[in-house]
């Protein structure tokens, strides 16, 4: 895992300058960076008007990339946690990830939600409908929301990589049961979304672009992300350092 | 000590202390009627009333739920009794059985009571033939109410004083509960044309329900609550 | 049972007579250390119950252990004194098994803490800030309750209620009702009934009368000379310092030995 962890890794250097950035994620960075700018190219300009949604249909470039990411990034999370709470792996490491991967999820599955309402309300009429794929997709929001509360909560980092493993593990288990019971609830309501076989070359690659661009994005995010928080768990055990210290210094006053 | 008589000695312990103090019977309940008196002020109509008693019954239920699941908890964080548990080496898997046991009996008092006022307050009529079906769905929500609540009230109550969690945590777990619960007690009662068989698959989803949160509870328990 | 884990001491074969509460103060030790070890046992007959090097613990991010390092023997009546917010709450709850150890080695009763916290908690006792009792139950329904969870029978928790005093008027009074010390009374039979082989007593002489204190101290002797092993943190220096074998001081999160 070092290629994921400089901060770790130069901490046995004692290097003081501990950049998130190496050259993979400079190189990562770029990538997506060019990727973002194909989809917007692609999106906005090259891939023509659909037969019947005409201009709306761009929403989706945006849309169906976010929803992508975010349930990859909450797929993440749920086996980085599996992995810290399986004995053999259990390593704060994953715990991070799991955290700097829910953190983005949260993020673009907002965006996702937004970015459906507004497309559902100049194609259907209205912001929502009660469909399961988009309950269940505000219900993982909502989850992962509360899944960062109790990241937040305080403790040793072992009680809070394993509070929140709990949590993410459960959160795996409520996910499906919710997805399901909202389709039995409302059988007969079909989404009307755009159907892949009619999508037309262009747009579909313009679909798959982002796609890629964001998985890069959320890939760069991420290790940015993981590296943060793995350098505010070293502060914290700096902290401790210059704490005993004190503490030290209580016992000889 | 095995985890099954562990179980029986805190879910004792839980219930006499509800027998001693009262606070559920003498608090929550009347809660628990009043949502359902407010309920009738917000619909006002008998027919949308009797057409959502149902849904009505068991929003009722997850509202008293919470408030019963934080009283369990501050029971045990009022003077370090969660600590001692630990301490004494309890099998946290049998924490877990023991208060669900308690408050799975609790929330079947508060259920029947609820299901009465909505025969009394609502016009709701119970069906001779649904009367099974009822009666299944009311054991098999409750069980799985039981494991989530405790679960996740044991996650709040670890966490030590952030309480306000418990809800924002705990609501979304409990929707397919409420989804579940209400199809099968419209079903039940006949409540818009429906009949009994439109319940049972239900009943499949709600058993399902309990039984992962009642295996995740017993096994997660224990590094919930641990400090 | 607890694989891993030595047991130093007596409980799993323990009668009821060895009881510190039904023995009293008049068990000889010397009976104790003939009784036979239990099978299991890997760890030295004279291994430490408790041997702690340079530990370091934290609340949250503040180290209230740094470096702290001791060792007990078997049956010592060790006194911890210092000021407040030294680290004798912390020492005793980690001893517990309850505050996890950040640096440092600690075995007590032949668990490496550091490795599994639980293994240890069901042999010993803490008396904590908290008394842990449930104030809508009586008091002898909270002694028969944390005696069920070690399986005490019905003789042992009235024995312990007897030793603290609470046999006849306040064993069916509600906990809610009773004084600060009376609580306390409580969570010692409580301790008494769970018959732990290493007793950890946070002030424990706190709220209590006279007649209390004599009570609490015949008890941590009976206990001692029972095979027990107790450490006592008070303020109660002149009460405690009678009954300890040995008084070791705790400052800044470290503990100093003291020769008394």
């Not at chain 2, 985890?3 to 009347?30: F, G, T």
């Not at chain 3, 600690?106 to 042999?123: H, I, S, Y």
């Not at chain 3, 809508?136 to 399986?151: E, S």
């Not at chain 3, 007593?201 to 107790?230: F, Q």
Request: glycine letters at 10%; a neutral charge.
């Amino acid at each position: 895992m070092t290629l994921l962890d400089p901060a770790t890794s130069s901490a046995t250097t004692g290097s003081d300058r501990r950049p998130t950035s190496t050259r993979f994620t400079r190189v990562l960075g770029f990538l997506t960076l060019a990727g973002i700018g194909w989809l917007v190219l692609f999106g906005l300009f090259l891939s023509p008007n659909d037969a019947t949604q005409r201009n709306r249909v761009r929403i989706l470039y945006i849309h169906v990339p976010s929803a992508w990411l975010a349930y990859l990034a909450f797929g993440v999370t749920g086996l980085s946690s599996l992995a810290y709470l399986w004995k053999r792996t259990r390593s704060l490491e994953w715990d991070r990830i799991a955290g700097a991967s829910a953190e983005v999820g949260v993020l673009f599955m907002g965006i996702t939600l937004v970015s459906g309402s507004l497309w559902g309300k100049i194609s259907w009429g209205t912001y929502w409908e009660w469909d399961s794929r988009l309950t269940t997709t505000a219900f993982l929001f909502i989850t992962y929301v509360g899944y960062l509360a109790v990241r937040d909560l305080g403790g040793t980092h072992q009680q809070r990589a394993r509070r929140s493993a709990v949590l993410a593990v459960l959160a795996m288990i409520e996910v499906p049961l919710v997805h399901f019971s909202v389709k039995w609830w409302r059988p007969l309501h079909q989404q009307e979304s755009v159907a892949e076989g009619e999508m037309e070359g262009l747009m579909l690659f313009s679909l798959l672009l982002g796609i890629i661009a964001f998985t890069l994005l959320y890939v760069w995010l991420v290790m940015h992300r993981q590296r943060v928080l793995a350098l505010n768990d070293l502060v914290d055990d700096r902290g401790l350092d210059v704490a005993l210290a004190d503490r030290r210094k209580e016992a000889e006053g | 000590m095995s985890m099954w008589r562990i179980a029986r000695l805190v879910a004792a312990k839980d219930l006499r202390i509800e027998r001693r103090s009262r606070v559920v019977a003498n608090q929550v309940l009347p809660f628990a009627a009043l949502v359902m008196v407010m309920f009738a002020f917000a619909l006002s109509s008998d027919a949308v009333l009797r057409r959502v008693a149902p849904g009505l019954v068991w929003l009722a239920t997850l509202f008293s739920l919470l408030v019963i699941v934080q009283r369990m908890f501050a029971i045990e964080t009022a003077d370090g009794a969660l600590d001692a548990l630990q301490v004494a080496g309890v099998r946290p898997g049998g924490v877990f059985l023991g208060k669900a046991m308690a408050l799975a009996a609790q929330l079947a008092a508060l259920e029947l009571l609820l299901l009465g006022l909505a025969v009394v307050l609502y016009q709701t009529e119970l069906v001779a033939g649904g009367l099974v079906l009822l009666v299944t769905t009311f054991v098999t929500a409750t069980i799985g109410l039981a494991f989530v609540g405790t679960l996740y009230g044991g996650l709040a109550a670890g966490a030590k004083g952030r309480e306000t969690l418990l809800p924002l945590l705990m609501l979304p777990v409990v929707a397919p509960v409420l989804i579940g619960a209400t199809r099968a007690t419209e079903a039940a009662l006949g409540t818009e044309g429906a009949t009994p068989s439109d319940g049972w698959p239900w009943i499949g989803l709600l058993a399902l329900f309990a039984a992962l949160f009642g295996a995740g509870g017993t096994l997660a328990f224990g590094s919930l609550i641990d400090e | 049972m607890l694989a891993g884990c030595a047991p130093l001491a007596f409980p799993s074969g323990m009668k009821p007579d060895d009881h510190p509460a039904a023995s009293a103060a008049t068990a000889p030790a010397t009976e104790r250390a003939a009784a036979p070890m239990p099978t299991q046992a890997t760890a030295p007959a004279g291994a430490p119950v408790v041997h702690l090097v340079e530990v370091v613990a934290v609340l949250g991010s503040f180290p209230a252990l740094a470096g702290a390092s001791l060792t007990v023997q078997r049956g010592e009546i060790v006194l911890l004194r210092g000021p407040n917010g030294a680290g004798k709450t912390s020492l005793l709850r980690l001893c517990a098994g309850l505050l996890a150890v950040e640096r440092g080695e600690a075995t007590v009763l032949g668990c490496d803490l550091a490795v599994d916290r639980q293994a240890v908690r069901n042999r010993v006792g803490l008396l904590g800030h908290a008394n842990g009792l449930y104030a809508d139950l009586t008091v002898g329904d909270n002694v028969r309750f944390w005696g069920a969870t070690v399986g005490a029978t019905a003789a042992e928790v009235q024995a312990s209620l007897q030793r603290m005093g609470l046999a006849d008027r306040l064993a069916d009074v509600p906990v809610a009702r009773l004084s600060a010390g009376q609580r306390r009374r409580t969570a010692l039979a409580c301790l008494v009934a769970r018959r732990a082989e290493l007793w950890l007593l946070d002030e424990p002489h706190a709220g209590l009368d006279a007649a209390g204190r004599d009570e609490l101290d015949s008890t941590l002797r009976a206990a001692a000379a029972a095979g027990a092993t107790v450490m006592v943190a008070s303020h109660e220096l002149e009460r405690a310092g009678a009954l300890a074998s040995r008084v070791v001081e705790v400052v800044g999160g470290q503990v100093r030995e003291r020769s008394a």
